[in-house]
C-alpha cells in the first residue's frame, strides 16, 4: 500500500497559539512529506510495497532501518494530526476512557504529570506514548520513528517530541510544549475511537 500524505484535518491556524501555522507548515507539509516519498521509495525496493503500513512497520523493525524509520514515522503522524484538534485537551475525557485512565493510570492528574514526564525524559527525537498492552493502559516512551505497534501495544496517544515539532513556538521548553498538548489540543474523541478499536 503507497504512503499518502494524508491533509490536515483542521486549517493550519487552528491550534494557535499553543501550535502555530509555521510549526504545521514546516511539519506536515516538509517533514511528513520526506517521510512519504522516502518511505514509498524504500518499501518498493525492500518488496514491501503491496503491504499495510502496519505491516511494512512490524516487518522492517530490526531487518531494514531506513525503511523502518520512514515507515514508522509515517504511521505515527498519520494519527498525530488526528490526536489534535482546535479547542481540545483538558481533563473532560468520554467515560470509557476515563475510567480506564483512573483505574490503570491512577486518575488524570497523574497521567498528565506521567505523560509530559515521560515526553521530557525522552533524550533527543522520539515520542511519548498511552497503550493499550495486554488489556491495560501503560504511559511509555520510544526513541526516533519507533512506535509501539513493535513492542506488542497498540497506541491510542502519542506525542512528537522531535524538536521540529515544538521548536519554532516553544524554542528549548519541551516541558511547555507537551503540557499545552495535553491541556489543550488533545482530541479525546479520536484517542477513545483508538482506544475501543484496541481494547475489541
Known sequence: MAFKLPELPYAYDALAPYMSAETLE?????????????????????????????????????????LFNNAGQHYNHVHFWNWMKKDGGGNKLPGKLQASIDSDLGGFDKFRSDFVAAGVGQFGSGWAWVVVKDGKLEITKTPNGENPLVHGAMPILGVDVWEHSYYIDYRNARPKYIEAFVDNMINWEYVEKMYEEATK
Open 26 to 66: 514546516f511539519h506536515h507539509d516538509k517533514h511528513h512529506n520526506a517521510y512519504v516519498t522516502k518511505g514509498n521509495e524504500l518499501a518498493e525496493a525492500a518488496g514491501m510495497a503491496d503491504l499495510s503500513l502496519e505491516e511494512i512497520v512490524k516487518k522492517s523493525y530490526g531487518s531494514n532501518a531506513p
